[in-house]
């Protein structure tokens, strides 16, 4: 016969739980741990029975909730952040379990990690703020020209087609902005989707260049491919894999001096490892994305290489922002290029890394599963 609700002791419920849960006495001193379940003590990583409850928790808001839970024999809630290398963000449910008297009082104390759901939300906030930004720019360019336009400017064509331009160009700015805003909010709603289907990645590779050429042509910089022989096979989506491939080229075709040159190099790895290794003496390295993966399988790896003013170390672990732009460095850009390459990758299980050196130049590397 199974065995009821009733008869599974309450501790072995509360030890399953996945929330930090405390059962705290109040005598006539300070509040004490009776008791913590596994959550808690992998939490505070002391011995927690008897311990004061200060020693586990020093949040003035979470001892004026449980006094004020005491006083007035309520539950009451509290959200509080936890100050650490790493801040958390936490929300305490005070419940107390006996009525006030002589005898000692206790409480259940039950703290709720609220620190994903917070991040999200500021991330949400911060995304909504530079992107109203973003378009406020040329909102307001275009904005004042047409006033001009309307006033004494209309009857100065040379100022009326200078004028125009400039709007042409502010327009074509919020429709990039828009065509990257809209391109990363369909890539990161499918972000947990393995793709399906096989591309061969040379191919793609020579494809991107060949229709980037009037960018390289008006830039005069030479860009050159090199891959092994044969197809360099991987599993992908190939519309996005060409939208990688064409945000890392055009960045490093932008970011050459006239007369320059971009390296394209496409290799086999048979690692992860393998696939991260440098290849710019005196270079910073940093991995923007690493595969959430342990397993051993060859890897196809794109190294994209610009020989303009480089990156300083401090801009390398924010490049993959959305609309994080490094400081006199202004591409024309909408700031999305590597925050999509970074969230397409991450669907592909494939990594991400930068290598600089300023005054030498940058290079990009984005290494996939092979097929």
Known sequence: MSESLTDVPAQRILELLPDPVLLVRAGGGAPEIAWGNQAARALFRIALAGAPLGAALRQPQVLEAIEEALATE????????????????????????TDGGERDRELVLMLRDETDAKRTERMRADFLAN???ELRTPLASLAGFVETLRSH????????????????EQASRMTRLIGDLLSLSRIELNEHVPPEGTVDFAHATVDVVDSIRPLTVAREVA?????????????GDRDQLVQVIQNLVENAVKYSPKGGRV???LARAGS??????????????????????????????????DFGKG??????????????RVEGQKSGGTGLGLAIVKHIVN???GGVLVESAEGQGTTFSVYLPAA
């Not at 958390?88 to 419940?95: H, I, S, T």
């Not at 290794?277 to 794109?302: E, I, K, M, N």
């Open 263 to 265: 390296a394209v190099v």
């Open 153 to 168: 400017a209309k009857d100065d064509p040379a100022a009326r087609d200078r004028f125009l331009g400039i709007m042409a």
């Open 223 to 235: 860009v050159g491919v090199s891959a092994p022989g044969g197809p360099l096979a991987v599993t």
């Open 272 to 305: 992860a490892e393998e696939a991260r290794a440098t290849g710019r003496d005196g270079a910073v390295s940093l991995s923007l994305l690493t595969p959430d993966t342990a397993a051993q399988q060859g890897y196809v790896v794109l190294r994209v290489a």
């Open 74 to 97: 309520a539950g009451v809630e509290v959200a509080f952040e936890s100050i650490g290398v790493q801040p958390r963000f936490w929300r305490a449910f005070v419940r107390p379990l």
């Open 347 to 349: 669907r592909h299980r």
């Open 131 to 133: 992107a109203s930004h």
């Open 311 to 324: 990156i300083a170390r401090q801009h390398l672990p924010r490049l993959s922002e959305r609309f994080y």
